[in-house]
């Protein structure tokens, strides 16, 4: 039997193996609190796996399930931790702006002639932290009235 | 033109249409996704903590302007030097204000409305003033969109030490009153009056719709 992989948290993209059942269950992942703040912002911005993956930088959309499911450990110091930190205050505002919830990832993916005439979602996804940061300020700043 | 305006000391109550970035909301919002738990915690953590959560007061909020550089760009700044609360005499201005800009931030797709929810929020502002209203024909620049002139008028403003100018509203014509503010200390007694829905339809004018508390 191969040697079973320790999981940690916050100690890199480990992914924890599944190899029978009984391992499953004994080696199920924790959700932890930076892995539920992905699970709302994806769920908000009806985000596909590549869309997320792209987002935080994963070269796989194969990684998210195991993400979201909490059997990858996500570090939060990292690069991965500074989107994870823009994209939440983005949803955070976003939330309190849009009186219907559904709209919020409506607007993501509509074309806006400021952002020359891209979507605030492509924005982020080509541009990545700086378009991120862009979309930021947009929210805060100028929707938000701050 | 700030040489012949009539000096005033104001100390009046000012209206703006914003979002209140309440730090007790955020952590409610979090604690609603997130239940009262572990999780809550790591993630409250993780975003560094309530204080990074936003202003908790009226008073707060009213810094944000002021904070920078950048600053925002607006009527009366270039968002490089300084920075300016904009505000109005009557909510009904400040409304008509932010209505006028939201078309640019949202594109609905045919038969959609967007629906947007900001505060309305007051403060008292006081200190030494001048009226520039009775300029407008003289200078129609103090409406235009093209904010070149209204810099340089705002930025003699703060250096001839007004905390703020009485001016001409360019989208509430032709009664609307603007009070941009160039001193954050100026501002006092943040209250909070209402809420505005502002409705974004895909074409056609952007309506608002006021409730007070």
């Not at chain 1, 079973?4 to 916050?10: I, L, S, T």
């Not at chain 1, 994963?58 to 195991?66: D, R």
């Not at chain 2, 300016?84 to 078309?103: D, F, G, I, M, S």
């Not at chain 2, 200190?127 to 810099?151: M, S, Y």
Request: proline share 6%; aromatic share 8%.
């Amino acid at each position: 039997m191969p040697p079973r992989p320790a999981f940690r948290q916050g100690l890199g993209d480990q992914v924890v193996s599944l190899r029978a059942p009984l391992a499953r269950a004994m080696l199920q992942g924790r959700v932890t609190g930076p892995v539920r703040l992905i699970q709302q912002i994806a769920r908000a911005w009806s985000l596909t796996n590549s869309e997320l993956a792209n987002l935080l930088a994963y070269p796989s959309e194969t990684l998210v399930p195991a993400l979201l499911q909490g059997r990858m450990t996500f570090a939060t110091e990292t690069d991965r931790g500074d989107r994870v930190r823009i994209m939440y205050a983005i949803h955070s505002t976003l939330a309190d702006l849009f009186v219907d919830a559904s709209d919020e990832g409506r607007w993501l993916r509509d074309r806006l002639a400021i952002l020359e005439n891209m979507s605030p979602l492509a924005l982020m996804l080509q541009k990545r932290i700086p378009g991120m940061l862009g979309v930021q300020d947009l929210v805060e700043r100028r929707m938000a009235n701050r | 033109m700030l040489n012949r305006a009539r000096a005033i000391t104001v100390s009046e109550r000012v209206s703006r249409v914003t979002q209140s970035p309440d730090r007790r909301r955020k952590v409610q919002r979090l604690r609603d996704d997130l239940r009262n738990g572990r999780e809550f915690a790591e993630a409250l953590e993780f975003l560094g903590g309530e204080a990074a959560l936003g202003a908790v007061s009226i008073t707060e909020l009213a810094q944000i302007p002021f904070r920078g550089p950048p600053f925002s760009e607006g009527r009366y700044s270039a968002g490089t030097a300084y920075g300016v609360l904009y505000t109005a005499r009557r909510y009904r201005t400040a409304n008509k204000e932010v209505a006028y800009w939201q078309r640019q931030f949202y594109n609905p797709s045919p038969g959609v409305t967007y629906r947007i929810r900001l505060q309305l929020i007051s403060w008292l502002v006081r200190g030494a003033a001048k009226d520039v209203r009775r300029f407008l024909n003289e200078f129609p620049w103090l409406i235009d969109d093209d904010h070149t002139q209204c810099w340089a008028l705002g930025a003699q403003a703060r250096a001839n030490g007004l905390v703020c100018l009485i001016a001409p509203s360019a989208r509430d014509r032709p009664r609307g009153t603007t009070v941009p503010v160039f001193v954050s200390g100026a501002v006092s007694q943040g209250g909070y009056d209402g809420e505005v829905t502002f409705f974004i339809p895909a074409a056609g004018p952007v309506r608002f719709r006021t409730k007070f508390t």
